[in-house]
């Protein structure tokens, strides 16, 4: 299995300032069409995982631009440019390369 | 929009045999992918298996032996059993679509619609 690692686990952040999370992956995502297999996803407090960013850097739909994904390979960053009291909650990311799927263990975002 | 929701026994036996559904409204199961995924108390996802709209699955090897995934096309329903279960076992169980998102040759496929997730304590 690929292991994913989330860092940091807990996030304090001030509204209207950046934040940014590193995921790191056992091997590389990439596969052999060039893309990264690498998806993020937001878990608000009790809600059901939603999707923010797939391929690695692509926005899915109704994301807001302040959220961007980065990186290749085995390193990867999220990053919010500017946080939002609605950003709360837990941040996952996913490797979609190989079966099984494999999520990070999170990293949890509280507002300061 | 589609919406997914799961059901099934709140509460199971232990060494008994867990049997969700997930009911597909708002869209068809056809032309999808679809997941079960399964979060324990006050922690992570696990990824425990998919399905193709055609029949075609891929499980967890973690939970294969246990796990049994199929789709009800004339109800518009993805099934999901575990048998054998344990206090480990004992979880939000969700289920969510794949959407594909085409490449220059093949689609990838992502995890865009989630149901709200049920919850399943087994418990003797």
């Known amino acids: 299995d690929i292991v994913m690692t989330q860092s940091p686990l807990s996030l304090p952040v001030t509204p209207g300032e950046p934040a940014s999370m590193s995921c790191r992956s056992g091997?590389?995502?990439?596969?052999?069409?060039?893309?990264?297999?690498l998806n993020w996803f937001l878990q608000k407090p009790g809600q059901s995982p939603q999707l923010l960013i797939y391929?690695?850097?692509n926005r899915a739909s109704g994301v807001p631009d302040r959220f961007s994904g980065s990186g290749s390979g085995t390193d990867f960053t999220l990053k919010i440019s500017r946080v939002e009291a609605e950003d709360v909650g837990v941040y996952y990311c996913?490797?979609?390369?190989?079966?099984?799927?494999?999520f990070g263990q999170g990293t949890k975002l509280e507002i300061k | 929009q589609v919406q997914l929701q799961e059901s099934g026994p709140g509460l199971v036996k232990p060494s008994e045999t867990l049997s969700l559904t997930c009911t597909v409204s708002?869209?068809?199961?056809?032309?999808?992918?679809w997941s079960w995924i399964r979060q324990p108390p006050g922690k992570g996802l696990e990824w425990i298996a998919y399905?193709?709209?055609?029949?075609?699955?891929n499980y967890n090897p973690s939970l294969k032996s246990r796990v049994t995934i199929s789709i009800d096309m004339s109800k518009n329903q993805l099934s999901l059993t575990l048998s054998s279960v344990t206090a480990a076992d004992t979880a939000v169980y969700y289920c969510?679509?794949?959407?594909?998102?085409?490449?220059?040759?093949?689609?990838?496929?992502?995890?865009?619609?989630w149901g709200k997730g049920t919850t399943v304590t087994v418990s003797s």
């Open positions: 969510a679509r794949h959407t594909p998102h085409p490449l220059a040759a093949g689609y990838y496929y992502y995890m865009d619609v």
């Open positions: 091997q590389s995502l990439v596969h052999s069409n060039g893309h990264n297999y």
């Open positions: 399905i193709y709209y055609s029949g075609n699955t």
């Open positions: 708002g869209g068809s199961i056809s032309g999808y992918y």
């Open positions: 391929l690695g850097s």
């Open positions: 996913m490797q979609a390369l190989q079966s099984p799927r494999t």
